[in-house]
């Protein structure tokens, strides 16, 4: 662990930390442009789709399990290669040439808007997730070598905060541009390719740094390269636990964001727009929870979170599982409910980006984007599989994810036991027990 800290904070945040919190902020300010794009392009598209269905299987089928699959198959096959790119290659450069690649993607999409090609918008979306997929590895590898150890929690947690408020802004400006230009999508084309030059012009200011790895290999078998990587992340015990948790923080958030909408619709009544309100509360949640436990963490990466966070999702969704709550009630519990997953996903993001050696970073980021993007493909497939047997009340739905709330939380102690006492310290309780 020393080592790892030492080799960190001899990087470019340890020699110049005022270019490197300049870096920092042009990475926060591009992957916020990344993150509200590709959520504004998946809604619209999405909102599209429901505008051209016919029948109600249509909708299940492309609503359901086209479209989120179309957004998640591009971070399976490319997470692996975003890897290799990110050792192999300075990530910053990586990062510019992800935003050239979505530039002309996005130019790409004004067309197939401007003649009213669902088809080809869909392609687009699935290229534009492509360069997601690539740019994820250089995103979350530049954090440690742009800020030092001390700070990793707090970057961690700055970082998600945007991410989340650009998952938000391009949420709600999906369903806006799909209303606004309606029969005249060209317009949001323009819109989204904008927005992609702005992208662009803030990569530039991500200060530049070394490749990691540059006599890297390029592996072809990538089903080989996840397993050795997966074989690597096994050996450090740590490392794997907080590859597991985001494996399952992933899934369980696929599976929360869908239930939203048919809570909603089916208990709540409401209409799409005040649907788009919860999920805007939940995701809000996050990303307040998420810049609170940078904070808490101080300038160590913080542990005893993980187990904490996890109960409080467990308690949260157990209360939505009630019968007859109130509208304001549930968008209350979904912000606290998001509040409760940034504690847990904070610490869990710092170890995976912390741990591995600064050569083989990326690589190990790739595979656990590839196992994390694993999770959020098998949801749709869940969910439509459920919806095609007869799909549970969705407040049984929050029950259900809190039992497999507490069955991670027991895995996850299992394989690590330390991970109780550092609850115990974190919250107090060992030293109350003590007295």
């Known amino acids: 662990m020393e080592s790892v800290q030492s080799a960190t904070e001899s990087g470019l945040a340890g020699q110049d930390p005022r270019a490197g919190a300049a870096g920092f902020r042009a990475l926060i300010a591009t992957q916020f442009q990344v993150a509200f794009s590709d959520n504004a392009l998946k809604w619209l598209v999405s909102y599209l789709v429901l505008e051209s269905c016919v029948s109600h299987e249509q909708r299940e089928f492309l609503f359901v399990l086209v ?11 490319f997470s692996i290669p975003g890897g290799y790119f990110a050792d192999r290659f300075s990530k910053s450069n990586v990062t510019v040439c992800t935003k050239l690649l979505e530039l002309l993607t996005m130019g790409c999409a004004t067309y197939a808007l401007w003649v009213n090609r669902l088809d080809l918008a869909a392609v687009a979306l699935f290229f534009l997730c492509t360069q997601g ?14 800020l030092p150890t001390a700070k990793l929690s707090w970057g961690n947690g700055v970082i998600e905060l945007w991410t989340l408020l650009a998952a938000i802004g391009g949420t709600l400006a999906g369903g806006f541009l799909a209303h606004a230009f309606h029969g005249r999508q060209e317009w949001s084309g323009i819109f989204l390719v904008s927005l992609s030059v702005i992208g662009l012009l803030t990569s530039f200011g991500i200060t530049r740094v070394p490749a990691a790895d540059h006599r890297r290999r390029f592996a072809w078998n990538w089903a080989k390269e996840v397993f050795e990587e997966i074989q690597r992340m096994r050996q450090d015990a740590v490392l794997w636990v907080a590859v597991i948790a985001n494996t399952f923080f992933w899934f369980l958030g696929a599976i929360l964001l869908l239930n939203i909408v048919l809570y909603a619709t089916d208990i709540l009544q ?5 649907s788009s309100y919860l999920m805007a509360a939940l995701s809000l949640g996050i990303g307040g929870g998420s810049y609170l436990a940078g904070h808490a963490s101080g300038r160590r990466i913080e542990m005893g979170m993980i187990l904490p ?14 019968p007859a709550l109130s509208y304001p009630t549930v968008m209350a519990l979904l912000f606290l409910l998001g509040l409760c997953a940034g504690f847990f996903v904070v610490p869990v993001n710092a170890l995976i980006q912390n741990r591995p050696r600064p050569e083989v970073r990326g690589r190990v980021i790739g595979a656990a984007n590839f196992l994390s ?18 799909h549970p009340d969705p407040g049984h ?15 996850l102690a299992q394989m690590l036991p330390e991970l109780w006492p550092c609850a115990l310290h974190w919250t107090r309780l060992r030293q109350r027990a003590s007295v």
């Open 270 to 274: 409401v209409d799409e727009v005040h």
């Open 397 to 411: 739905v929050f029950l259900i994810c809190a039992i497999a709330c507490v069955a991670m939380a027991l895995v």
């Open 133 to 146: 997929a690539i740019f994820g590895p250089s995103k979350y590898g530049l954090i440690p070598e742009l």
């Open 309 to 322: 966070g996890l109960t409080g999702i467990v308690l949260v969704n157990s209360a939505l599982f009630a």
């Open 67 to 77: 479209v989120p699959l179309v957004f998640a198959i591009p971070f399976l096959v």
């Open 373 to 390: 993007f694993g999770g959020i493909a098998l949801q749709p497939v869940v969910q439509y599989a459920m919806l095609r047997l007869g």
